[in-house]
């Protein structure tokens, strides 16, 4: 497994927030207000900007973004880290995007635009705001039907603009947060094992080295595993997950489901699973998970660690920093087939009669 596998939400060090706008001086464009930025002076100040606020069209907030030393963070999810190229890309055409094309002054129009101030009974649009700053909140409406625009007004003026490209503002707070978890494909992992409360058990594993197929083990007696395509999205628990929602963690039911995943290189995934329609921090209920990670390692008889020994100790350490202060929920299709049961891998054995018919 590279680290580019493990590193559970690497995001962004403090050399990356500097953005590729190329903020060299005057770019030959015409003066006046039309083709002027779409917040004047952002692209001087781009790079300092550390508190972007997006209020929804009924006032209230959709999300703080909040810069420390090294990533952009939102407040609301008790700090957890924000998507940063989905910031970036905002400051990006924030700062860079011109305003193509002159519309009314007439408020009387502006719910049609979507630019009328957020919390009135018909707005429709999203303002963004940068606290402690100089810098105009701009409000960001429809997007023009015939144009590769939206309309937009600074929120102390009235003329209204229609923006030179779409610029991309979700009012879903769950879409600014960082949502890939991990990425480890069932190729990296020698163990999958789930434990049910009640004591039901299913261990997979690879069927060899040089395969994607997989072994269920204590098969009952009458029975047989599953046809790969239905043991396949268990043994790749850990590929490409995401979360819909995050909280700190706390604890975990005493009834939650635990699953092992162990990696070639010596990592041990542990997940509590569990059920949970009215938890605390959580905009919605549904499949949760929390993860530890540790490593599997032994230590030579003096108790030194070897080097690659300690470099393993040094990973799942690094990696259980990230992941154990938080608990995820996981999409349902992701959570059921974390869960699954026994009978889910298993499949009747067929009698020599139903072969020959």
């Given at each position: 497994m590279t680290?580019?596998?493990?590193?559970?939400?690497?995001?962004?060090?403090?050399?990356?927030?500097?953005?590729?706008?190329?903020?060299?001086?005057?770019?030959?464009?015409?003066?006046?207000?039309?083709?002027?930025?779409?917040?004047?002076?952002?692209?001087?100040?781009?790079?300092?900007?550390?508190?972007?606020?997006?209020?929804?069209?009924?006032?209230?907030?959709?999300?703080r973004l909040r810069r420390d030393e090294a990533r952009w963070r939102v407040p609301e999810k008790d700090n957890f880290e924000a998507d940063f190229e989905r910031v970036q890309g905002l400051l990006r055409d924030l700062a860079t995007g011109?305003?193509?094309?002159?519309?009314?002054?007439?408020?009387?129009?502006?719910?049609?635009?979507?630019?009328?101030?957020?919390?009135?009974?018909?707005?429709?649009?999203?303002?963004?705001?940068?606290?402690?700053?100089?810098?105009?909140?701009?409000?960001?409406?429809?997007?023009?039907?015939?144009?590769?625009?939206?309309?937009?007004?600074?929120?102390?003026?009235?003329?209204?603009?229609?923006?030179?490209?779409?610029?991309?503002?979700?009012?879903?707070?769950?879409?600014?947060?960082?949502r890939s978890v991990m990425d480890i494909p069932a190729t990296e992992l020698t163990r999958v094992t789930v434990r049910h409360p009640d004591g039901?058990?299913?261990?997979?594993?690879?069927?060899?080295?040089?395969?994607?197929?997989?072994?269920?083990?204590?098969?009952?007696?009458?029975?047989?595993?599953?046809?790969?395509?239905?043991?396949?999205?268990?043994?790749?628990?850990?590929?490409?997950?995401?979360?819909?929602d995050v909280r700190r963690h706390d604890a975990v039911p005493d009834d939650a489901i635990g699953a092992l995943f162990v990696t070639?290189?010596?990592?041990?995934?542990?997940?509590?699973?569990?059920?949970?329609?009215?938890?605390?921090?959580?905009?919605?209920g549904g499949g949760w998970v929390h993860f530890s990670v540790s490593a599997e390692v032994t230590a030579s008889e003096d108790g030194e660690l070897s080097e690659e020994a300690a470099r393993i100790s040094a990973d799942a350490a690094a990696v259980n920093e990230r992941l154990s202060p938080w608990q995820y929920r996981l999409p349902e299709r992701k959570f059921d087939s974390l869960t699954k049961r026994l009978e889910d891998v298993l499949a009747e054995v067929e009698s020599d009669d139903e072969e020959e018919s």
């Open positions: 680290p580019k596998t493990i590193l559970i939400l690497a995001g962004a060090t403090v050399l990356a927030l500097v953005l590729a706008l190329g903020l060299s001086g005057p770019n030959g464009r015409t003066s006046g207000e039309q083709d002027e930025p779409l917040v004047p002076g952002l692209r001087e100040v781009v790079n300092e900007v550390d508190a972007v606020d997006i209020l929804g069209p009924d006032g209230e907030f959709v999300v011109r305003r193509a094309d002159e519309r009314t002054s007439n408020p009387e129009w502006y719910a049609r635009l979507g630019v009328q101030d957020v919390g009135e009974p018909e707005a429709s649009g999203v303002r963004i705001d940068f606290p402690d700053s100089e810098l105009p909140s701009l409000i960001v409406g429809q997007a023009d039907s015939t144009e590769q625009g939206r309309f937009v007004r600074l929120a102390d003026q009235a003329r209204t603009w229609l923006s030179d490209g779409d610029l991309e503002v979700p009012t879903d707070r769950i879409e600014w947060l960082e039901e058990t299913i261990e997979l594993r690879p069927a060899g080295d040089q395969t994607q197929d997989w072994v269920v083990f204590n098969v009952p007696d009458g029975r047989e595993a599953a046809p790969m395509w239905e043991l396949r999205p268990l043994a790749n628990g850990l590929a490409n997950l995401r979360l819909d070639r290189d010596g990592l041990n995934f542990v997940a509590s699973l569990f059920q949970d329609d009215l938890g605390a921090g959580s905009e919605s």
